[in-house]
């Protein structure tokens, strides 16, 4: 299938090497490529075409990422992953609140990138089989709140189903616990980031076998794996 990409960098050598590889055909799905150097070109073609999914660098002449990001959730739900050299924690909140997909630092996997774009875009179109979306060992379905483990069925509450999609959506990103307190319990949320971590252990107790999916980065947070 072929999607219509928007890559928004500043960086001339970015922009080739990310055309290059998702324009190529030999992929099952391709990318039908429009580049735009600074935030103000980005903003004509945002407002003159639709897109399909957007590469979103952060420092950019004209408008930033951030003030591009908001402006397109005032209208649009299009699927935007932010590339960018920021990797502060305060950067990454700011990205996830602004309304990003996803945040991914530079340098980056471009395999890796292609394969989150694909699935980011699956899930964004329906094109998840049967409503289910399989990690690893886990598999959910979000309409029904079905989990299953190797084909098992396990039963989590709201919290914990909610910490669980979160996860698979953000795979292989390490996400702290006030990124984990804000997107879950809400930014109102007035508890400490413990009941972060008391829920990935009882998550982890439900998952069983699969509890080693949710890997603890020392100092840092957590990651999803496969």
């Known amino acids: 299938m072929r999607y219509k990409l928007l890559i928004v960098e ?4 970015i922009r080739e090497i990310l055309t290059d590889y998702f324009e190529d055909d030999r992929k099952e799905d391709s990318f039908v490529i429009t580049t735009a150097k600074d935030g103000l070109e980005a903003m004509d073609f945002l407002d003159t075409k639709e897109f399909d999914l957007v590469f979103l660098d952060v420092m950019l002449p004209g408008l ?3 003030q591009i990001c908001k402006s397109i959730r005032k209208s649009s739900d299009v699927p935007v ?6 990797t502060l924690e305060e950067d990454v909140l700011l990205g996830f609140e602004t ?3 996803d945040y991914v630092t530079k340098p980056f996997s471009l395999p890796q990138l292609y394969a989150k774009s694909i ?4 899930r964004s179109k329906g094109m998840v089989i049967g409503g289910d979306f399989t990690i690893g060992s886990i598999t959910v379905n979000e309409e029904t709140m079905e989990v299953k483990v190797a084909g098992e069925e396990v039963c989590l509450k709201p919290k914990e189903f909610e910490l669980l999609t979160y996860f698979m959506h ?3 990103i390490v996400l702290s616990r006030e990124v984990l307190l804000n997107a879950v319990w809400g930014m109102d949320f007035v508890g ?3 009941v972060v971590d008391n829920h990935v252990k009882k998550l982890r107790k439900e998952l069983g076998l699969a509890r080693n999916q949710i890997k603890t980065v020392i100092s840092k947070g957590y990651r999803f794996t496969e």
């Open 81 to 86: 992953i932010y590339l960018t050299a920021r």
């Open 170 to 172: 953000h795979k292989g």
């Open 10 to 13: 500043d960086d001339k050598q």
């Open 119 to 122: 699935a980011l875009l699956h």
């Open 99 to 101: 309304g990003c997909d």
């Open 192 to 194: 400490g980031d413990r």
């Open 64 to 66: 930033n990422g951030f």
